[in-house]
């Protein structure tokens, strides 16, 4: 059984910070790619950044230069700092990992469960 625990969210203040994290657990042989998506009211999910096992890093337009992906492939985790959040940063923000499961020659993608972010003006 493999799982993906997310924590960090919560409601701030147009401006501030929030980092969130989400760690792996389980019975994993390989990590590659992990990423976090995002799904407000009434819009489809969106991918907002992911980071390869080599850390190279992909950012949604609007989040660049104010989002950071990052991960500890020891603690199997990857962490969203977010800074300036504004109030369209609201969502559902959920934790993805592609990962092989030990005895297993293939990779599946895995999902958390979701932390709400909320961002007041």
């Known amino acids: 059984q493999v799982q993906l625990v997310e924590s960090g969210g919560g409601l701030v203040q147009a401006e501030k910070s929030l980092k969130l994290s989400c760690a792996a657990s389980?019975?994993?042989?390989?990590?590659?790619?992990m990423g976090w998506y995002r799904q407000a009211p009434g819009k489809q999910r969106e991918l907002v950044a992911d980071?390869?096992?080599?850390?190279?890093?992909n950012y949604e337009d609007s989040v660049k230069g104010r989002f950071t992906i990052s991960r500890d492939n020891a603690k199997k985790t990857v962490y969203l700092e977010m800074n300036s959040l504004k109030p369209e940063d609201t969502a559902v923000y959920y934790c993805?990992?592609?990962?092989?499961?030990?005895?297993?020659?293939?990779?599946?993608?895995?999902w958390g469960q979701g932390t709400q972010v909320a961002v007041s003006a």
């Open positions: 980071i390869t096992r080599f850390s190279r890093t």
């Open positions: 389980g019975s994993i042989s390989s990590i590659n790619e």
């Open positions: 993805n990992a592609n990962i092989k499961r030990g005895g297993s020659d293939s990779y599946t993608y895995y």
